[in-house]
């Protein structure tokens, strides 16, 4: 089984629906990342949290909502798809507790492919 | 601002050398990364450089100079199966220490 683990993995809705990402991590690591990929952008943070209690936006919130439901779950919602909400969406994991670079190294998911119509 | 550029595409042969370069421009600094991603799949971390200088990793070194705000990935070696993206990523401390990725260089290797 996947460390990093997300659902759905491919996703086709319609504008205005209502959507879930969701990610589960058997690391055991307190951080969790949602991140957006778009091709010739690269990686843009979404939300982020350093722990259960913990939920900061990203550099691109807005649309977008999360809720770390418990130290292993880190989900993403969509209130209300658009059609420039359509990308390459990963979650991502890290452990602030390893020693150096550890503790800064992302452990990514599969991905989760959302087209919205 | 946050800027972290890196070229779009290279080629490059079997067997041979090829280097990446990466150069950022961010609010603070903690540490270079660079992942390495296959097409449809996750990104893979391949190095880490917070101080100055080259760190060797089998076919893989990367190198860091903090003064030039500037970062080089080197494959040596090069396998049909190092094809891929390489994303260079800067952890910046300011305002909660996010890491900010590049948009990635796609490599090509030809037989």
């Known amino acids: 089984d996947a460390d990093v683990t997300q659902t759905p993995r491919n996703r086709i809705t319609k504008t205005g629906k209502r959507i879930m990402l969701e990610c589960s991590q058997t690391k055991g690591h307190d951080r969790m990342y949602w991140y957006r990929q778009d091709p010739g952008l690269g990686l843009r943070l979404i939300y982020y949290?350093?722990?259960?209690?913990?939920?900061n936006k990203g550099e691109i919130s807005d649309g977008y909502s999360v809720s770390r439901q418990a130290q292993a779950k880190f989900s993403l919602s969509l209130e209300s798809a658009i059609p420039n909400q359509t990308a390459l969406y990963f979650c991502?994991?890290?452990?602030?507790?390893?020693?150096?670079?550890?503790?800064?190294?992302?452990?990514f998911g599969a991905g989760s492919r959302l087209t919205v119509l | 601002g946050q800027n972290i550029d890196q070229p779009t595409e290279m080629t490059a042969t079997e067997g041979a050398i090829v280097q990446i370069n990466c150069t950022y421009q961010t609010s603070g600094f903690n540490g270079l990364f660079w992942y390495q991603q296959h097409a449809g799949e996750a990104p893979t971390f391949l190095s880490y450089?917070?101080?100055?200088g080259l760190e060797e990793k089998g076919r893989f070194s990367s190198f860091l100079s903090r003064s030039k705000g500037y970062s080089y990935l080197l494959l040596k070696e090069l396998q049909m199966k190092d094809s891929a993206s390489y994303l260079c990523?800067?952890?910046?401390?300011?305002?909660?220490?996010?890491?900010?990725f590049g948009a990635g260089t796609r490599l090509f290797v030809k037989a």
């Open positions: 450089n917070v101080l100055d």
């Open positions: 991502a994991t890290s452990d602030s507790h390893s020693r150096a670079a550890g503790a800064n190294v992302l452990t």
């Open positions: 990523a800067v952890r910046d401390p300011t305002g909660g220490f996010k890491t900010i």
């Open positions: 949290s350093f722990d259960v209690k913990d939920i």
